[in-house]
């Protein structure tokens, strides 16, 4: 069907014109190579087979024989290269391409939960677990559950060089990577933590191509935009309908297939053609059309709320929610004093700051034009609901991307740490930890690859001129752990015995008491719209009031070492961290200490 058509019948119509197509007794093979003069598909064992040119740059053939499990590759002049479109690999990313069919549909067209309902870990497969494995996550996905959480987000997965990656350097994004087990294990690790009551959410990257393996490049150069280069290599080229459609496709491969909840779509900002805009939207309505209540969450610098505009009804227009660095680069320097990480300038007021990202969500909005300077971007977010940002105090941008890769728990004491969790599990807006962060574990999570030493030597030096120029750390030749090392990777891998000593068990229940509090207090409220959230500044203490139709959240809130007396009227019975008392209408908040409260709506 082509393309045009597709989106006049509406975007469920769509069917996948990338990778193999199996039919009865045969297989269509289809690569898009619009500068080619000649392809050929090469079958493991047999004779090369000519594809002929079908048009809009398409190559195809027919293919007797070759069905679920046949392997193959094609080849272009003197260079044989997986398809772009794999849906799994023999032998790596250089290897093999191997037919499969389609897994079966899981019948179920939405999310497991509301949106407002989700407690989420971030977790990287390959360290998740000794095994390192979908398997060896599977079972152990009853301890996330049992710690409150509600959803999974689970980084890139999508085939990468050698056995260990981050995810992001990925070239073949259709075929889970050989490291972590079968698309068959996936998928079970989908279904397993769906009877459990875990939403799945997977971290995909659209916004550029690993350099290792990168075959595209080589025959393919019509896909990248040649005047537009990301932080990571070569722009990709959206204004050509075939490449935005390859996008499409993936994402929906992952929610029909693999039955994920959502998908994170990684550095949007990063994404400059032209055709940024159309691609964005159509991508969201592609993925909608899998799953009309995915969540679907983007990163993005640019604070760009229109992107997660609301409908009448109350859902999305586009994207769900967003990563929200503002909310962490305040609280983080609040925390810690670090001037990083986004807080750079000594004249910033945070704690005026940190009042602005609890009511409104962005501290970094406004009606910015063009480029942004760092200090506004793009329309006020006050219109959003709570639940369109993410909010986290730890992910594995900032711990991995730290010349020293430790987590809060290296630099914070146990109760200060609590207090970050209390106010992100306990505000509105949806929470996110990184795997270990409930029990305050300190297992380091730096940079680590798997690459041919020829090709590592430039990764390393590439590692240290990012950490130097965009990560502002003043590292010295060595500092880095060697990303290339298996021990570096090996260092990254959670130790699950280290859950059964006595200071992260007791870490572990005051988080599942956390978790229970925002289903107690929180969910009531966020079920239903937020009308207004409303907050007033007392030294360095803020009171926030989030006004739902259901009835109204209240948090007071001390970011300081210092005791704060602040005039606050508590309607409901509250909760808190840290020390604090009541005084008629004066509340007394120790240092590092928080408060929160919910009123039902009156009838």
Not at 344 to 361: I, N, R, T, Y
Not at 485 to 490: G, L
Not at 491 to 513: C, G, I, M, S, Y
């Amino acid at each position: 069907m082509p393309f045009d058509t597709a989106i006049t019948l509406g975007w469920s119509d769509l069917s996948p014109i990338f990778g193999p197509a199996v039919r009865d007794n045969a297989t269509e093979f289809r690569l898009w190579a619009p500068g080619a003069e000649q392809v050929q598909l090469v079958r493991d064992g047999q004779a090369p087979t000519p594809l002929e040119r079908s048009g809009d740059g398409w190559w195809k053939a027919l293919v007797p024989g070759s069905g679920p499990g046949t392997r193959y590759r094609f080849r272009i002049g003197d260079l044989d290269f997986p398809d772009p479109a794999s849906r799994r690999q023999d032998g790596g990313t250089a290897g093999w391409s191997v037919v499969c069919p389609p897994l079966p549909p899981s019948g179920r067209a939405q999310a497991l939960r509301p949106w407002h309902q989700a407690i989420v870990c971030e977790v990287h497969v390959g360290t998740a677990s000794p095994e390192g494995s979908f398997k060896g996550l599977r079972d152990r996905l009853e301890h996330f559950r049992d710690a409150g959480y509600t959803a999974l987000e689970i980084m890139p997965v999508n085939a990468f060089p050698g056995q260990r990656n981050w995810g992001y350097d990925g070239t073949l994004l259709f075929a889970p990577a050989e490291a972590y087990g079968s698309r068959d294990d996936l998928r079970a690790l989908v279904d397993r933590a769906h009877e459990l009551g875990l939403g799945m959410v997977l971290d995909v990257v659209y916004n550029h191509f690993g350099d290792f393996d990168n075959f595209l490049e080589r025959y393919c150069p019509e896909w990248f935009d040649q005047h537009m280069e990301t932080p990571w290599g070569p722009g990709i080229d959206f204004t050509k309908e075939c490449v935005r459609r390859f996008y499409y496709e993936n994402a929906r491969m992952w929610l029909e297939e693999f039955d994920f909840d959502g998908l994170r779509f990684d550095a949007v900002h990063e994404i400059g053609t032209t055709a940024r805009e159309q691609f964005l939207g159509d991508l969201a309505k592609s993925a909608r059309a899998a799953k009309r209540d995915a969540w679907l969450i983007i990163e993005n610098v640019n604070n760009m709320a229109s992107w997660l505009d609301r409908e009448a009804s109350g859902g999305p227009v586009d994207f769900t929610a967003q990563w929200n660095d503002d909310y962490h680069h305040v609280l983080h320097f609040l925390a810690t004093g670090e001037d990083r990480n986004g807080y750079q300038d000594g004249s910033k007021d945070p704690v005026a700051d940190l009042e602005k990202a609890m009511a409104d969500g962005f501290v970094h909005d406004g009606e910015a034009r063009g480029e942004s300077d760092g200090t506004t971007r793009n329309e006020p977010a006050a219109r959003l609901p709570p639940d369109a940002f993410v909010c986290f105090v730890q992910n594995h941008d900032q711990i991995g991307n730290r010349a020293d890769a430790r987590r809060l728990p290296d630099r914070l004491d146990a109760a200060r740490l609590d207090f970050l969790h209390f106010v992100t599990m306990l505000a509105p807006q949806v929470p996110l930890f990184f795997m270990g962060e409930e029990a305050h574990m300190r297992t380091l999570f730096p940079y680590f690859i798997d690459l041919p030493e020829n090709a590592a030597g430039t990764k390393r030096r590439d590692r240290y001129t990012q950490m130097r120029e965009s990560f502002d750390e003043q590292v010295e030749d060595g500092d880095l752990p060697d990303p290339n090392a298996p021990e570096t990777f090996e260092r990254a891998r959670l130790d699950w015995t280290e859950f059964d000593l006595d200071e992260r068990r007791a870490a572990l229940d005051r988080f599942r008491t956390l978790a229970a509090w925002r289903r107690e207090h929180v969910w009531p409220l966020s079920a239903s719209p937020c009308t207004d959230a409303r907050s007033g500044r007392q030294g360095a203490a803020i009171v926030v009031s989030w006004l739902f139709e259901a009835g109204v959240l209240s948090m007071a809130l001390n970011p300081s070492s210092e005791p704060v007396d602040i005039a606050c009227v508590i309607t409901a019975p509250p909760v808190s961290t840290g020390t604090h008392s009541r005084h008629g209408e004066s509340l007394r908040l120790e240092a590092w200490s928080a408060v929160c409260w919910h009123s039902p709506a009156s009838d």
